[in-house]
């Protein structure tokens, strides 16, 4: 049997889709599992991590500080062992969400590792669930073609 571009192409298409759907699973996954299983916590927001600036046009050995619109928080918050984590927000604030410093928002985080989080209500599973269901359409597709080409 002679392979000619459709299988290649199909072939691409099957193993791409696979990828999309295994990253899609994943992300679920990561947050049905701290839903499921995680401890709840009240997080302090705190002030994006800054960066520092160009030093053009300072003070000799001076350089600006600078916050970009769109960063990522911080996130303070204590165990139930009563350690004090404090995590970068695993989403960006958004105008519809904003993410106000000195504000409190609920967290899970998992208890073996509690750098992981997920904030209530943004998990962001419309990117999962878009993720998997691309995989899923592009496997079809690339089936179809290796089974329908000539």
């Known amino acids: 049997m002679a392979y000619g571009p459709a299988s290649v192409v199909g072939?691409?298409?099957?193993?791409?889709?696979?990828?999309?759907?295994?990253?899609?699973?994943?992300?679920?996954?990561?947050?049905?599992?701290?839903?499921?299983?995680?401890?709840?916590?009240?997080?302090?927001?705190?002030?994006?991590?800054?960066?520092?600036?160009?030093?053009?046009?300072?003070?000799?050995?001076?350089?600006?500080?600078r916050s970009h619109i769109g960063e990522r928080p911080r996130l303070q918050f204590t165990t139930e062992d009563e350690r004090v984590i404090e995590v970068v927000c695993p989403v960006p604030p958004t105008r519809q969400q904003p993410l106000t410093v000195g504000k409190h928002v609920l967290v899970r985080y998992d208890p073996a590792d509690p750098h992981t989080v997920v904030i209530h209500r943004r998990e962001r599973l419309a990117r999962d669930y878009g993720f998997a269901g691309a995989g899923l359409a592009w496997m079809f597709l690339g089936l179809l073609v290796l089974v329908f080409a000539p």
Not at 35 to 51: D, E, S
């Open 11 to 65: 072939l691409f298409a099957v193993v791409g889709g696979a990828v999309s759907l295994v990253a899609g699973l994943a992300g679920l996954r990561h947050v049905w599992r701290l839903r499921g299983g995680g401890v709840a916590a009240w997080a302090l927001i705190k002030p994006a991590p800054q960066t520092p600036g160009p030093a053009g046009g300072h003070a000799a050995g001076e350089r600006p500080v």
